[in-house]
């Protein structure tokens, strides 16, 4: 998945989803020329997908495991996984993480919120010249009228 980038006029609450930092730059001066109060800064930042908390697992569920052997065998079952290599324990948390994944996936259960980070910060241009209003009549001159 590619980097998604939003924009604050606050550095609280960022909005969108651009593509690029400039497309997000481009939003955030178009959102600050168009608020009524006027903001002097933008902000503009990475999202960041929250980590769905799949991973790191496998020796809870070990020890679960373990725990429910003991309690149906007694000492007969204490042993029952407790001499895994650190090896064997990360592959099942690898394995414990894919599954746990693909499930949240599958039933639409990934977070959707997120974090930003790598802010940066941009002063908004100045507004253009308002055009004319054609109801006031423009000075060329100071002085007297030729009446």
Do not use: C
């Not at 550095?11 to 178009?30: C, I, K, M, P």
């Not at 253009?128 to 054609?134: T, W």
Request: charged letters at 20%; aromatic letters at 8%.
């Amino acid at each position: 998945m590619h980097p998604k980038y939003s924009f604050s006029l606050n550095r609280e609450h960022y909005t969108g989803a651009f593509s690029t930092r400039d497309e997000a730059l481009t939003a955030a001066f178009d959102a600050a020329m168009k608020n009524a109060d006027s903001p002097q800064t933008v902000f503009v930042g990475r999202r960041v997908l929250s980590d769905p908390m799949a991973s790191g697992h496998a020796r809870a569920i070990l020890a679960n495991m373990n725990a429910r052997a003991r309690s149906e065998f007694g000492d007969a079952g204490s042993a029952y996984l407790a001499n895994l290599s650190k090896q064997q324990i990360e592959n099942l948390d690898r394995s414990l993480d894919l599954v746990i994944r693909g499930w949240l996936e599958h039933n639409e259960l990934l977070p959707s919120f997120s974090q930003v980070e790598a802010i940066s910060q941009h002063s908004v241009p100045p507004r253009m010249a308002e055009p004319a209003n054609d109801d006031f009549a423009e000075v060329h001159g100071i002085g007297a009228s030729g009446e």
